[in-house]
């Protein structure tokens, strides 16, 4: 069975594209799917936990923030992996 995935187009300053070209060994796509698969997963799940409790816009701004500084420290984590 062949399954075909959608195309999506990124833009990338010059100074962020030549650095990325430093790291060919590097599977890009996969870094951006798992960072965008993460970001959906943690949202989903905030979502659900919202939808069960009455959280203010102070406490989702909160999460908010944490769930980007997880989602950074991620990243780095699979830079860092591709490298090994």
């Known amino acids: 069975m ?4 959608p195309n999506v187009t990124l833009s990338f ?3 962020t594209k ?3 070209r430093r790291h060919p060994e ?3 796509s996969s870094v951006v799917r798992s960072v ?3 970001k959906l997963d943690d949202f989903e ?3 659900r936990l919202a939808g069960k409790s009455a959280l203010s ?3 989702v701004a909160f999460l908010s923030f944490k769930v980007n500084r997880a989602l950074g420290k991620h990243a780095r ?3 860092n992996e591709s490298h090994g």
């Open 77 to 79: 984590k699979l830079l």
């Open 13 to 15: 300053s010059d100074e």
């Open 57 to 59: 816009e102070k406490d």
């Open 36 to 38: 965008i698969e993460r």
């Open 18 to 20: 030549k650095r990325m």
């Open 2 to 5: 062949c399954y075909f995935m």
């Open 26 to 28: 590097i599977k890009w």
């Open 45 to 47: 799940q905030a979502e």
